[in-house]
């Protein structure tokens, strides 16, 4: 649903557009599945080909572009390569630098937030207190420009569950805002997943282990690999 708002263009490139989802979600569900970082590279490189060889507006292929870069980015950063993560979140962040001010969309507001998100883990300090707080600022963006942009809304919820309470944690609020996500219809899988893996998460923190188990084995059918979601139900033991 996010792409019907944010990607524009006429009937008769809808192929075209198809063919470039295509590739990107290969790699996003090789990524969230825990795949091997040689597969991840292989997939990353056909993403790339593709939006290389497909015509597009620019303001399309330099979204298509950060996503693609913020997702082979996660692959490197799961496979602990601090260079090329930091390398590619940035190229996805530098994608989005020479949008005019009419082709700033809801979708490109929420990729520079995700981009910045996950460069706050890899960065130095005086880097994430000058860049930190753009991450919900930017998200707000996004929720500003279309309300219903779910991925948006679950990195405001993400602020709340993640942190400790002393950096504004929160899991009750967390839960409240994942679930208002979910109710938009308008998740992607990769977004179900971070709902459901981030109540489960949630749930964990508020000592509730079965309601915790219930979410975590929601985000599982969709990623079973997923070494991250893996490891959190391990913690949780048995009742």
Known sequence: MIFSAAFGGCAENAGTRD???RGYEALRDAVYNSEALVGIETFYRDAVG?????????ADRQLWRSRIEYMVARGYQANEDKTRSVTHYESGLSALDGLAPDQVSSESWRMTSECISQLCLLKPVGWVVANGPKVSSYAEK???LDPRNAAAKVIVAAARIYPPAMFGGNPKRGIELMKEALAFGTAERDDLFNIYSGIGLAY????????????????????????????????????
């Open 50 to 58: 593709q939006l290389d060889t497909t015509d597009l507006p620019d």
């Open 142 to 144: 996004a929720l500003a």
């Open 19 to 21: 063919a470039v989802q």
């Open 204 to 239: 964990g923190k508020l000592k509730n282990a079965a309601e915790a188990r219930r979410w975590l084995e929601l985000a599982l059918e969709l990623y079973p690999g997923n070494r991250y979601a893996r490891s959190e139900y391990g913690k949780l033991g048995k009742d």
